[in-house]
């Protein structure tokens, strides 16, 4: 009780004011989008920049806590693909969709307040170390599967332009605001100069409201996604990605993999995370399945009260 009170109510209700702000009128979805826009370009890169320079990462190796997650990460993938393709009878590019949200989770909206609220800045390295692989794995990965799950639709023709696939990968990554805070700070962290003066009071006020504007720009964007068709299949990947995946996580942190307890908990967590709305912008590239991912995005975000309260207890074990 002590977790759903102090931890996932005070983050979910920031997500349900921002939806409630935008449902009533009060602001509209313009709004929403540039708080949107300014969250990913200027306020979570910042706050990764800080904490890449200035953290202590001599606690474990990262392949620790990348390997159970990632692993999970392809494991979900997998089981998110072949349920849709098999149970609900939809195309290889649905399936990719499926595939995306089942295994991609929301580790910047959702993940990095979550964490800090519940572990602090050693929570805060943790999941940093997480976002540095996740979006570059994600992103190269649905270009790849992109062009199979077209040809295999009969959608494309059989010509594979894999420079010009990973051109693109290339350039998405180099220009991303999230890669871009990361590099920042590796290179900073290198000069060994500390993060002071008149630029460090900036870095960390806007760094201190990363967390809040997050929330209440995922809660805003909602209103965007919403309830469509589909809603069981919706409901069926939900389940996969807030219980399949951390329970895979949970089993490997525990019994396979050492880390620092704290590096095994934010894992889990992670895992435990709602489809990222990434998954929806893969469904838009295809022109299909666009209900699919919002609904796993919509009901996996909702669904995710109870299950982060859940899964923030049984990390205590860890």
């Given at each position: 009780m002590e977790q759903i009170i102090g931890i996932v109510l005070p983050v979910f209700g920031l997500i349900g004011?921002?939806?409630?702000?935008?449902?009533?009128?009060?602001?509209?979805?313009?709004?929403?989008?540039?708080?949107?826009?300014?969250?990913?370009?200027?306020?979570?890169?910042?706050?990764?920049?800080?904490?890449?320079a200035v953290a202590d990462f001599s606690a474990a190796a990262p392949w620790r806590l990348w390997l159970p997650y990632f692993a999970a990460f392809?494991?979900?993938?997998v089981v998110g693909h072949l349920m849709i393709r098999s149970l609900f009878g939809r195309d290889h590019r649905t399936g990719l969709v499926a595939g995306v949200s089942a295994a991609y989770g929301n580790?910047?909206?959702?993940?990095?307040?979550?964490?800090?609220?519940?572990?602090?800045?050693?929570?805060?390295?943790?999941?940093?170390?997480?976002?540095a692989v996740h979006l570059?794995?994600?992103?190269?990965?649905?270009?790849?599967?992109?062009?199979r799950a077209e040809r295999l639709d009969g959608v494309a023709d059989g010509h594979v332009?894999?420079?010009?696939?990973?051109?693109?990968?290339?350039?998405?990554?180099?220009?991303?605001?999230?890669?871009?805070?990361?590099?920042?700070g590796a290179l900073w962290r290198l000069?060994?100069?500390?993060?002071?003066?008149?630029?460090?009071v900036l870095v960390e006020r806007i760094a201190g409201v990363a967390s809040t504007l997050a929330l209440l720009a995922l809660g805003m964007s909602l209103r965007k996604y919403g309830i469509r068709r589909n809603v069981p299949a919706g409901l069926a990947l939900s389940a996969v990605k807030l219980m399949i995946m951390p329970a895979l996580v949970f089993v490997m942190a525990r019994y396979v993999v050492a880390m620092p307890p704290v590096w095994a908990k934010v894992a889990v967590v992670a895992a435990a995370c709602p489809t990222g709305v990434n998954?929806?912008?893969?469904?838009?590239?295809?022109?299909?399945?666009?209900a699919l991912a919002s609904n796993a995005v919509a009901l996996s975000t909702g669904l995710a009260v109870l299950s982060t309260a859940f899964w923030l207890n049984v990390v205590a074990w860890l």
């Open positions: 004011i921002g939806y409630v702000v935008v449902w009533s009128g009060l602001l509209g979805e313009g709004t929403g989008e540039a708080l949107a826009d300014f969250v990913f370009a200027v306020a979570i890169p910042v706050l990764i920049f800080r904490t890449i392809a494991v979900n993938w580790t910047v909206l959702v993940g990095v307040p979550l964490v800090i609220a519940a572990y602090g800045d050693d929570g805060a390295v943790a999941i940093t170390l997480i976002i570059p794995i994600m992103m190269t990965a649905s270009a790849v599967m992109i062009g332009d894999a420079a010009g696939a990973a051109a693109s990968v290339a350039r998405n990554l180099a220009t991303n605001p999230i890669i871009v805070g990361l590099a920042a000069t060994g100069w500390p993060v002071g003066g008149v630029p460090g998954a929806y912008l893969v469904a838009a590239r295809f022109r299909t399945g666009e």
